[in-house]
């Protein structure tokens, strides 16, 4: 049921005034020598009623129309394709560089995080149903905003991180902060960590287990999109010397998320091309049936209203037109 | 008579009219642009604050005062968040429009949370020419609001090379030095900090089995205050924070169209009834 609100709701007290033409003074005295002569009371004749009437609705629409009603905005339930995106993005001070792994390219490269912002952004704009949070993390994490369907709040939180970052990537904190934010709400879709970072850390082997024992819990899937300098190591292609968690943490990370146990998957991007392709990916994947509210914008019911009142109005000015003021014989 | 009349029930149908097409009035509206930035540094959880119904920690005092800040400026205005601890600030939320987006933000000030701090010294002249440079590139009046309290204690400042920027240094807490609450990770109280817990090297203060008190650096606050162009005022309730956020001469304007609608409408009414009476 759609509810009604008023933008004036003030304009209201004057409805009561809409009675006036029914009250005794409304009526009209004309000095009349011979009263027997009328055949009726002119205030029961059907005309005379009908008058009166229509001068009360069109006063009442007079003022429910200047109190501007609208429809509220409504939220109906829709099922739709989408999922529940929690942004886990990486502000270390690495993500300054751009991904030739120099902070100022001769040529106008953007940054690593300038890149992702601007790909986040255009992702969250193409996913109008799709619940959104933001968790950022460097040395520390620090959630932004919880799921929610306020897009231009959260793009506002993914643009809050074009600033220069600061500190390292500590990654097991950040995800510990993302998984918190499916915590206690209802299981209503696909649940997606969209973890962006350029590089890894070593998680300890007690948080390690905690973290697994989460995403099971929470049946959260995960996607690693990797902004890997041209310099770093490959996750995918793992080079065949002997590798140490110091020296390349990422390959243990991805052997870590590989043993989680819920749907994983990793994306390298080595430039801004496939950073936008890892992230169109993901849109594809994360498709399975949501119910999600879509919201109807309020409409305004004024111009109705008006019309209403023009189209009682036009009799009413006849009726005035046709007053006949004194008998010319 | 009849002429005033039937005059009357033209103009109150002209009135009508001219309702449907909808016209509006273009009012310059006073609205504000700002980037607010709390300290979350240790000394933030003193508790000095003594008002009924608020929280008595500097840094959630802070929080619910911003709170009020953001249910109580027009809409239209702008706000963004950012936290600062050792020597930078960081940016939470670019500027947001308050009416509409009143819940995020509030849910975004209210995530604020001192475990998010990366280091646990603070550096504050650098933390706020960080967040002055922030503010300018958002085109936005900086509120920046911290207890002056510095750790490691520093000799001086660096210089400011900025323009002369707008806005408040809003100084959190109260003259009377007060103990510095030690929390464990989850927010629980584990005693208070003494000036032995501090590492060794880095404190000028005399090394004493004491407690480590934290006051209103004002006097620091003002000094800075001074260099970058800001206002400084001391935080007392959440009523004067709006105040001084609301002041004029820190107002852009926005153009915003007025509806005309209901006032025609009321003429049409008011011709209408004494078309009617007369």
Not at chain 1, 222 to 238: A, D, E, F, K, Q
């Amino acid at each position: 049921m759609p509810e009604i609100g008023f933008a004036h709701p003030l304009w209201l007290f004057l409805l009561p005034l809409a009675t006036l033409p029914y009250l005794p003074f409304a009526r009209r005295q004309l000095p009349y020598p011979a009263l027997a002569v009328l055949t009726g009371i002119a205030s029961t004749t059907w005309p005379e009623k009908l008058h009166k009437a229509c001068s009360c609705a069109f006063l009442s629409c007079l003022i429910v129309s200047a109190s501007c009603p609208f429809v509220k905005e409504q939220k109906v339930a829709r099922l739709g394709q989408g999922a529940h995106i929690v942004l886990t993005i990486d502000h270390s001070s690495s993500m300054n560089e751009n991904f030739s792994g120099r902070y100022f390219g001769g040529s106008a490269h953007e940054t690593k995080s300038a890149a992702a912002r601007r790909l986040l952004i255009e992702f969250i704009r193409r996913r109008p149903k799709d619940l959104f949070g933001v968790v950022a993390f460097s040395t520390a994490p620090r959630q932004v905003l919880p799921l929610t369907a306020d897009k231009e709040a959260i793009i506002a939180a993914v643009g809050a991180l074009g600033m220069r970052g600061r500190g390292l990537t500590n990654i097991a904190p950040g995800l510990a902060m993302a998984l918190e934010t499916f915590r206690g709400q209802p299981l209503t879709g696909s649940r997606v960590i969209l973890l962006v970072s350029d590089g890894g850390a070593r998680i300890d082997p007690d948080v390690q287990d905690r973290l697994r024992q989460d995403f099971q819990d929470l049946a959260v899937n995960l996607y690693w999109v990797y902004l890997r300098n041209p310099s770093g190591v490959s996750v995918l292609n793992p080079p065949k010397r002997r590798l140490s968690e110091t020296s390349a943490p990422e390959i243990f990370l991805h052997q870590y998320f590989q043993t989680l146990g819920v749907p994983y998957r990793v994306f390298e991007a080595e430039n801004p091309q496939s950073l936008a392709q890892a992230i169109a990916t993901v849109e594809t994947l994360e498709n399975r049936p949501l119910p999600y509210f879509e919201t109807l914008p309020r409409r305004d019911l004024s111009p109705y209203g008006f019309g209403l009142a023009l189209i009682l109005g036009v009799p009413l000015l006849s009726w005035a037109a046709l007053e006949i003021e004194r008998w010319l014989a | 008579m009849k002429k005033l009349r039937l005059g009357l029930w033209v103009v109150t149908l002209g009135f009508v009219t001219a309702a449907l097409f909808h016209p509006t009035w273009v009012l310059l509206q006073p609205v504000y642009r700002y980037l607010m930035v709390v300290d979350i540094t240790q000394s933030m959880h003193a508790r000095d604050y003594h008002l009924l119904g608020l929280p008595s920690e500097r840094l959630a005092f802070a929080k619910a005062a911003l709170e009020q800040a953001i249910l109580n400026l027009p809409c239209g205005s702008q706000i963004g968040l950012g936290i600062f601890t050792h020597k930078d600030t960081e940016l939470l939320l670019e500027p947001l429009e308050v009416c509409q987006h009143a819940p995020s933000l509030r849910t975004a000030l209210r995530n604020i949370d001192w475990r998010s701090a990366w280091a646990a010294d603070s550096f504050i002249a650098y933390g706020l020419f960080d967040a002055l440079r922030a503010a300018e590139g958002l085109q936005a009046d900086l509120v920046f609001l911290t207890d002056g309290d510095q750790f490691p204690k520093t000799p001086s400042d660096p210089g400011f090379f900025g323009r002369p920027a707008r806005g408040w240094l809003v100084g959190v807490g109260g003259m009377r030095p007060v103990p510095i609450p030690k929390l464990d990770f989850e927010g629980r109280l584990l005693g208070y900090w003494q000036i032995t817990d501090l590492s060794r090297d880095r404190d000028l203060l005399p090394r004493r089995a004491e407690l480590l008190l934290s006051r209103l650096d004002e006097t620091h606050l003002r000094q800075l205050a001074n260099i970058t162009g800001l206002e400084y005022f001391q935080l007392m309730t959440p009523q004067q924070l709006v105040q001084n956020l609301r002041r004029p001469d820190l107002a852009k304007t926005l153009p915003t169209e007025v509806d005309l609608r209901p006032w025609l409408g009321a003429l049409a009414f008011f011709a209408a009834l004494a078309a009617m009476l007369i």
